[in-house]
């Protein structure tokens, strides 16, 4: 069973970075040919698919937060990371890791449970 949990603070100070990591268990993020994603999902919002990165390492980011958004991995503790500089309270959101078989998609196979993450001084 493929299991991921997301850490991280759940406070930010606007203009800071937001960084949360994903401990995965039950499944190699090295394994083709699966994509780990970072999704949220603001207060009254839809889900957003923020980014992934694929078992090979290559990285694929949303168009709207491109700009502020970095995903890496750690293979040796099967981790995967995501960091969005600049925040801003419209930053506020549940965070969640996934595991999918394609990029750019909101249903993937595996979720974590999310993690609220705050945007406030």
């Known amino acids: 069973q493929v299991q991921l949990q997301e850490s991280g603070p759940g406070l930010v100070k606007p203009s800071q970075t937001l960084s949360l990591t994903c401990t995965v268990s039950g499944a190699s993020i090295t394994t083709a040919f699966y994509y780990w994603s970072w999704i949220r999902q603001s207060p009254g919002k839809g889900l957003e698919w923020l980014g992934a990165i694929a078992y090979s390492g290559s990285t694929y980011y949303g168009p709207s937060l491109k700009s502020r958004t970095s995903i890496a991995r750690d293979t040796s503790k099967n981790q995967f990371t995501l960091q969005l500089s600049s925040v801003t309270p419209e930053d506020t959101a549940v965070y969640y890791c996934?595991?999918?078989?394609?990029?750019?998609?909101?249903?993937?196979?595996?979720w974590g449970q999310g993690t609220q993450v705050t945007v406030s001084s």
């Open positions: 996934a595991r999918d078989r394609a990029v750019f998609t909101t249903t993937p196979e595996y």
